[in-house]
């Protein structure tokens, strides 16, 4: 195994690559590299979009051409156990042949030279993947990390990914809770017609809180408007509150451009859901918001790194130790 790579890709309003090599069952994280060719996603066919991106990013970097697992990232809704994605919230992204999926991962990847045909592999939505990331590549882990994890994201989408002792909670599917309705403020301007991001939902997580509906609700210089983050931080709240009940996470993380804007954004979000939850859940974790809502580690890369986690479980073919990894990081 010291020498098997793997490659992960990125599919959201960009096309990411970065690739890592494994060592024993793990990740060496000295050898994740991030890919320099960064591409905007266009409107039209996704599938070919992204057959092209991989077979010029694998003709030119060995790493992701040998790679012997394949970890995808992708906006959802994700059939994971199909490795496809039958539609997506983008409407101009459209399939092959109409009424097709938007994407089959199997043909993408098959289309390719005959290497990177054969390898394994593993797809997941964004949030789940960021939770992935965020998850395996946390500083100082610990066993006590182990346990269940949500991983929330607020970008242009809103969604959360779900973790069961360090692996996703779901094999064939996952979470959708960006698009549960939340009480609306009585003092939000929000107009549904006008303002929601979600094409699908009028009143959703992603279309009343999204970085893209602050952005129809206050402009584009949404951030300096002190408005915009009083009524994010209530529904941002009420999305913690949504996933810690319906999951009972031992902790929630939050990511996503929105989160990672204001760094006084984190302590409103947690008074927000203190404030909702009323004392309703106390488990020796929900009470104490300060510790129990984290903000992510990473960056925008967040998708594809953790899609790295994916490609690892593909190459290596089964459940990874989570004690090993302890024993290989020391
Ligand atoms: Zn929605």
Known sequence: MANTTIAAFSIDEHLRWATARIVGREIDPESVTFGREVEPTEPG????????????????????????????????????????????????????????????????????????????????????????????????????????????????????????????????????????????????????????SCPLHLWCFEGIASGASMRKRWGDDWSADPRAWNLEAFYVGQLCLTAMLGFRPDRLVLGGYVVHRNPEFLPMVRAAFAALNNGYIEDGKAENPATYISAGQFDDRVNVLGALVLALDAAVGGPRSVVDRSTTES
């Open 45 to 196: 066919v996704i599938a070919d979009q992204l057959t092209d991106y991989v077979a010029r990013i694998s003709a030119k970097y060995p790493d992701v051409r040998r790679a012997q697992g394949i970890g995808i990232s992708m906006i959802g809704p994700v059939d994971v156990g199909a490795k496809e994605v039958k539609r997506v919230a983008r409407k101009d992204w459209t399939p092959k042949i109409p009424g097709d999926p938007i994407i089959r991962f199997k043909n993408v990847f098959a289309a390719q030279e005959r290497g990177l045909a054969n390898a394994r592999l593993a797809v997941q939505n964004d949030a789940t993947c960021g939770a992935l990331a965020e998850w395996y590549f946390r500083e100082n882990p610990r066993t006590e990390d182990l346990g269940l994890w949500v991983y929330i994201t607020i970008n242009e989408g809103v969604n959360c990914g779900v973790l069961n002792v360090s692996r996703p909670l779901f094999q064939y599917r996952h979470a959708e809770i960006g698009h549960v309705f939340p009480a609306r403020h009585p003092k939000d301007p929000f107009d549904p017609e006008k303002h929601s």
